[in-house]
């Protein structure tokens, strides 16, 4: 019964969205009606394949593989059959570029360029499958091509190293979904996963680390005692770059320089600035051991290269670039003296110089390079393409000055940000980027004029592994967020909508079962939106898709009652307590179950003030956020904090009446390895006037630290003291010590709720 109901569910979506073929993803450019058609074929009718064109057997392999994975039997090969699909090579389309269109006989032509008649193979896999659930399902007439020419997805192998099989299907998925370009992250500070046969050693001791940190005990550092090892031999590289040409995808390798360097350096300390032995780090983040800018570390970088542009025949090579630490540097002689000999000002211009060598050498080989936008600093290389990820900034530099560019911004195409319920949700890096934000993306820059648009290439997501150690958790991370970036970047500004989409990846989910490919289903998850009102808090449940229902538990009801939610209408907490909610299709769960602590107290929606504003960067709505009845957690969603870093704010609450006061909890944040610590220290005042304060309390650094709780939560007694108005005195933590994440930067101080009773 409950497979039959979740089918029913299925054809209400399908009802909603058309029953013409229109849940394909990406979605195409332009479809025809079919009262426009002059033939009808239906999906089901279809039993051959022909092409009138020999380049076209690689396409055909390829698909009746796709085929064959999905558990579907082999579409034959027949020249001029009837009930079949004729591939055509049409010199008047372009690369990307395809049309299909139902012709006499049953015959469905698929035309295109070199790249187009795949693509077109791609929507027709996705019309078998739902021709599946369709009977009489018609093949429509399709214009199809790409708003953007960079469609891509990274995979970072060096944090955690995954099999040569998974890689290749992570290049399936991305083929499924009309995506052109693999990022293939190679080298990092715990890992070298690439074989450079003059340099043996990068892979005999760069590639093995001795374990890796527990989840996120920085200090003190805690580790596994697993060792994590393992490379792509050259046959392995040149194996996945074929099986990657015949889906059409582009594999882009990314060997880092001169910063996140250790691996390597743990090989060949002779190419580093100190020359001291030392070992992949097991720790996450960056290291201040980079490569030295010496003749012999650039002649050992070029034999690298030499190497991997051999196996890779990609235009671009990506060198990295980022997060370069310039403490070595700035003792190391022979730096010191490169800097003298071309009259470089300081080491942002020595880290230009080592790029633009990099850059020079590269061209000199008919290539490219591509870097993270840290190489705008000190001036871009000549021939450098950027990939911009901290914001749209160094992407916009880059365009205004004529180079070519790939939007990777973090806020929208980081996918090992959490995308869901966080606490029900894997540990990840933190951020929180939902697939309709994902959805929401723009990569072209609406400030550049028409000219500078053109260098904006596209733009690809990124999936670092520092906290995903499975294949399956890879595949959690990307899917469907995937679905949504590829919609964006095949569509630019023709994308239909997110209510249309998701509509129709509500049946794609059935695609991807078909595909065995580990999806995350937190797009069903439940989301509250809360008001606060004469004291209370009135919570309305939510959830993406309106075919179902949610279910919910009250914290005064019987813990195994649920309540079935009647939509639009709030759920009133006028004290504390946790809410439990959870999206049903039938008897079926979907999603995560939504467990969200409700806060209720005296200063929920009153004014609050403070002396320094928080930073742009963590302010997502103000200073209200500190009494909206929501405390943050760990693992942090920046969406849940306000943030101070280098300066002292004094935060004032006016609870609008004098009444007796019992306790303040204030909910702050730990997390060193992100630069966020405790305050140094918190002075508590009351006031009934608003200008004369008594200061009730002043906790010094020892005494924050030892009564912060699991919870993120300080306490602090206000001793029924009678009062309208709070204010909270705090001194952020100074600079970051030495050999600690952040090193010599200004500390962060995070705060979330404020709360009174």
């Known amino acids: 019964m409950k497979k039959i109901f979740v089918l029913s569910a299925l054809q209400l979506v399908l009802m909603a969205v058309g029953l013409q073929a229109q849940t394909i993803i990406p979605n195409p450019q332009s479809q025809s009606d079919m009262e426009n058609k002059t033939e009808d074929v239906k999906v089901s009718d279809l039993q051959f394949i022909s092409a009138n064109d020999p380049s076209f057997a690689s396409d055909i392999k390829v698909f009746s593989e796709f085929m064959s994975k999905m558990g579907y039997p082999a579409i034959a090969q027949k020249e001029s059959a009837t009930h079949a699909i004729h591939l055509i090579k049409d010199a008047s389309l372009r690369d990307e570029e395809y049309r299909m269109q139902c012709k006499a006989n049953q015959v469905v032509e698929i035309r295109g360029g070199k790249d187009g008649v795949f693509y077109g193979l791609m929507s027709m896999l996705q019309l078998i499958e739902e021709g599946q659930r369709q009977v009489g399902l018609s093949v429509p007439q399709l214009h199809d091509f790409p708003a953007y020419s960079w469609r891509g997805m990274h995979l970072d192998v060096s944090r955690h190293f995954f099999p040569k099989e998974f890689v290749m299907k992570y290049i399936d998925i991305l083929a499924l979904h009309k995506m052109n370009t693999f990022h293939w992250h190679l080298t990092d500070v715990q890992g070298w996963r690439i074989e450079i046969k003059k340099y043996p050693k990068l892979t005999e001791i760069g590639s093995k680390r001795k374990e890796s940190i527990v989840e996120k005990n920085f200090d003190p550092y805690i580790g596994d005692g697993v060792p994590v090892e393992g490379f792509y031999t050259q046959d392995d590289i040149k194996e996945i770059v074929l099986y990657a040409q015949a889906r059409h995808v582009q594999v882009v390798p990314e060997i880092e320089m001169p910063g996140h360097a250790q691996a390597a350096l743990s090989a060949y300390p002779e190419y580093s600035c100190a020359k001291n032995m030392m070992e992949p780090l097991t720790k996450w983040g960056v290291s201040n051991d980079v490569y030295c800018t010496d003749d012999a570390t650039f002649r050992f970088l070029e034999d690298i290269l ?97 180079h070519k560019v790939v939007m990777t911004p973090g806020d929208y195409c980081y996918f090992d940000h959490y995308q869901g319920n966080k606490n029900a949700e894997p540990l990840a890096i933190g951020g929180f980027t939902p697939i309709q934000q994902v959805y929401s993306y723009q990569p072209t820059p609406a400030v550049l004029n028409a000219e500078e648009k053109k260098y904006i290439l596209g733009a690809q997501a990124n999936v670092w592994t520092e906290y995903i150690a499975t294949t399956d958790h890879v595949e959690y991370m990307a899917v469907p967020r995937l679905c949504a970036l590829a919609e964006v970047l095949w569509l630019g500004d023709s994308k239909p909508g997110w209510i249309d989409f998701k509509n129709r990846l509500r049946v794609h989910f059935s695609f991807l079962d078909q595909c065995k490919v580990h999806y995350a289903n937190s797009i069903f998850d439940v989301t509250t939106v809360r008001n606060i009102v004469e004291g209370k808090v009135e919570l309305t449940l939510e959830s993406v898709y309106e075919n179902g229902q949610i279910q919910y538990q009250m914290p005064d009801v019987d813990q195994a009652q649920l309540l079935l939610y009647k939509k639009g209408r709030p759920l009133v ?22 467990e969200e602590e ?22 997502e709505g103000g200073l209200p956020k500190l009494a909206d009845s929501k405390a943050g957690h760990a693992p942090r969603l920046s969406s849940d904090w306000l943030g101070w870093s280098g300066k002292n704010p004094a935060i004032t609450i006016d609870l609008g009446d004098a009444s007796k006061l019992n306790n303040l909890d204030i909910y702050t944040l730990k997390e060193e390895s992100n630069w966020i610590y405790l305050p140094q220290q918190i002075t508590v005042s009351l006031s009934t006037d608003g200008i004369n304060y008594i200061a009730l309390k002043t906790l010094s650094a020892k005494e924050i630290e030892d009564a912060y709780g699991v919870d993120n939560k300080l306490s602090v007694s206000l001793a029924n003291t009678k009062a309208r108005y709070v204010k909270l005195a705090l001194t952020c933590a100074p600079k970051i010590e030495k050999d600690k994440p952040g090193a010599g930067e200004d500390a962060w101080v995070f705060l979330s709720e404020l709360a009174v009773n």
Not at 598 to 619: D, Q, R
């Open 598 to 619: 409700i806060l209720v107290h005296k200063a929920l929606g009153k004014n609050i003030s403070s002396t320094i504003e928080p930073s742009s960067y963590y302010n």
């Open 573 to 594: 907490f006028k004290r504390s307590g946790k809410l439990r909610a959870q999206y049903y299709e039938g008897t079926k769960e979907l999603g995560h179950l939504l």
């Open 306 to 402: 030499d190497e991997v542009m051999a196996l890779f025949p990609s235009n671009y090579i990506h060198i990295g670039g980022d997060e370069v630490p310039k403490d070595r540097w700035k003792v190391c002689p022979v730096c010191q003296q490169t800097m003298k000999t071309h009259h470089l000002k300081d080491e942002n211009e020595l880290q230009s110089y080592f790029i633009k060598h990099i850059d020079a050498y590269v061209t000199s080989k008919g290539r490219n390079i591509i870097g993270w936008d840290e190489i705008l600093e000190g001036g871009l290389a000549p021939n450098a393409a950027v990939m911009s990820w901290r914001g749209e900034e160094g992407g916009i530099i880059a365009a205004k000055q004529q």
